[in-house]
């Protein structure tokens, strides 16, 4: 028998209960009147953010204008849903040509490219067509379990080694039928440049916010530390696993436990191993990772959820990388989390 679960990216709109109980805390409180909350759809989700204006007194309908703008250049250029974005464009290239690229594809790709190598491959933005085949790619979801031919041919067109980099000209070329895929981290790296927009307009405390992954900067119209709260990885309910006070810091989670589907009793998670062709198949049902960059902790999130809990703690301990992971053992979720994450543990509570 096959049963499922909503299928859809990396990061599924689920992890907005991170934003949506960041909201309830400040809602504790009398929030000044001041504070100014935004918001919109993109990405196939939503975005939000909470903002105390600066000493410019910038319209709050400029501030919209001027992040709805930048929202729809990143669109323009990372969607895989637009077949005329910059992506899709690259994608349909000859192998072997030269494509010159925009500076929002340039970067996303040389950090993409550097978390895969320093990952052992366990991040890859080609990954998609696996995605596609394990059917939790855009095309209708299939639930159904592909046979070892079919995952060798989709493997054989997946491998950052296969696509070149030139950074100084700021080109790219695909030396393989590989397609790329930004959909686990152009979310985080969205929020960075939005995050960068409203400094720019000398808005220095404020909440940024997409499909769940955030950055936060000064303080809470509550005029103390961002409360931010990691869920509790458990299906069909939504609770608080940890709640820590952040300023100046992006967060992003990944997990597998909402997005899955069910044969004959053993579940297939939607992150795929780009090394075995495979879903993962491990305890680790939830990582949260803390950096400066959205975009940073994004990309992390999705590698050390491939990884597994042993080998992404020793990872992170190595890249001195904030990270809390949720490890299910049996009927328990058990944390554990590097020691650059062990000064935000009392910043919050817990409710292990």
């Given at each position: 028998m096959i049963t499922g679960r909503t299928h859809g990216r990396s990061h599924s709109p689920e992890w907005l209960f991170c934003f949506l109980v960041v909201l309830l805390l400040l809602g504790g409180c009398t929030r000044p009147s001041t504070g100014i909350t935004l918001s919109g759809a993109t990405m196939g989700t939503t975005w939000h953010v909470?903002?105390?204006?600066?000493?410019?007194?910038v319209?709050?309908?400029?501030?919209?204008?001027t992040l709805e703008t930048l929202l729809l250049a990143i669109n323009d250029s990372m969607s895989t849903w637009q077949s005329d974005s910059e992506i899709s464009r690259f994608n349909r290239s000859a192998v072997g040509a030269w494509v010159a690229v925009s500076p929002h594809f340039a970067r996303v790709t040389e950090e993409a490219l550097r978390i895969g190598k320093l990952s052992g491959g366990a991040y890859d933005v080609t990954v998609g067509p696996l995605v596609?085949?394990?059917?939790?790619?855009?095309?209708?979801?299939?639930?159904?379990?592909?046979?070892?031919a079919a995952i060798d041919a989709a493997g054989s067109r997946v491998g950052q080694a296969f696509l070149e980099f030139d950074v100084e000209l700021q080109r790219m070329r695909r030396l393989r039928d590989i397609e790329l895929d930004f959909s686990s981290i152009a979310k985080g790296y969205a929020v960075d440049?939005?995050?960068?927009?409203?400094?720019?307009?000398?808005i220095s405390n404020y909440l940024v916010e997409i499909g769940g992954e955030m950055r936060v900067?000064?303080?809470?119209p509550r005029g103390d530390a961002w409360r931010v709260a990691i869920e509790r990885p458990e299906p069909g309910t939504q609770s608080v696993a940890l709640g820590v006070a952040l300023s100046d810091m992006a967060v992003a989670t990944s997990g597998d436990y909402r997005n899955y589907f069910e044969v004959e009793g053993q579940r297939f998670s939607h992150s795929i191993d780009p090394r075995t062709g495979y879903p993962v198949a491990h305890d680790l049902v939830s990582v949260t990772v803390l950096a400066e960059s959205c975009m940073t902790a994004d990309g992390w999130a999705t590698a050390l959820t491939v990884l597994g809990a042993d080998a992404a703690l020793a990872l992170a301990e190595a890249q001195g990388l904030a990270v809390y992971l949720m490890r299910r053992d049996g009927e328990r979720i058990v944390?554990?989390?590097?020691?650059?994450?062990?000064?935000?543990?009392?910043?919050?509570?817990?409710?292990?």
């Amino acid at each position: 028998m096959i049963t499922g679960r909503t299928h859809g990216r990396s990061h599924s709109p689920e992890w907005l209960f991170c934003f949506l109980v960041v909201l309830l805390l400040l809602g504790g409180c009398t929030r000044p009147s001041t504070g100014i909350t935004l918001s919109g759809a993109t990405m196939g989700t939503t975005w939000h953010v909470t903002y105390l204006p600066g000493e410019r007194a910038v319209p709050s309908e400029q501030v919209q204008e001027t992040l709805e703008t930048l929202l729809l250049a990143i669109n323009d250029s990372m969607s895989t849903w637009q077949s005329d974005s910059e992506i899709s464009r690259f994608n349909r290239s000859a192998v072997g040509a030269w494509v010159a690229v925009s500076p929002h594809f340039a970067r996303v790709t040389e950090e993409a490219l550097r978390i895969g190598k320093l990952s052992g491959g366990a991040y890859d933005v080609t990954v998609g067509p696996l995605v596609e085949l394990w059917g939790f790619g855009p095309v209708q979801p299939r639930m159904a379990v592909p046979d070892q031919a079919a995952i060798d041919a989709a493997g054989s067109r997946v491998g950052q080694a296969f696509l070149e980099f030139d950074v100084e000209l700021q080109r790219m070329r695909r030396l393989r039928d590989i397609e790329l895929d930004f959909s686990s981290i152009a979310k985080g790296y969205a929020v960075d440049i939005l995050a960068d927009a409203l400094s720019e307009l000398e808005i220095s405390n404020y909440l940024v916010e997409i499909g769940g992954e955030m950055r936060v900067a000064g303080s809470s119209p509550r005029g103390d530390a961002w409360r931010v709260a990691i869920e509790r990885p458990e299906p069909g309910t939504q609770s608080v696993a940890l709640g820590v006070a952040l300023s100046d810091m992006a967060v992003a989670t990944s997990g597998d436990y909402r997005n899955y589907f069910e044969v004959e009793g053993q579940r297939f998670s939607h992150s795929i191993d780009p090394r075995t062709g495979y879903p993962v198949a491990h305890d680790l049902v939830s990582v949260t990772v803390l950096a400066e960059s959205c975009m940073t902790a994004d990309g992390w999130a999705t590698a050390l959820t491939v990884l597994g809990a042993d080998a992404a703690l020793a990872l992170a301990e190595a890249q001195g990388l904030a990270v809390y992971l949720m490890r299910r053992d049996g009927e328990r979720i058990v944390p554990v989390y590097s020691s650059a994450f062990e000064p935000w543990l009392d910043t919050g509570s817990s409710t292990q």
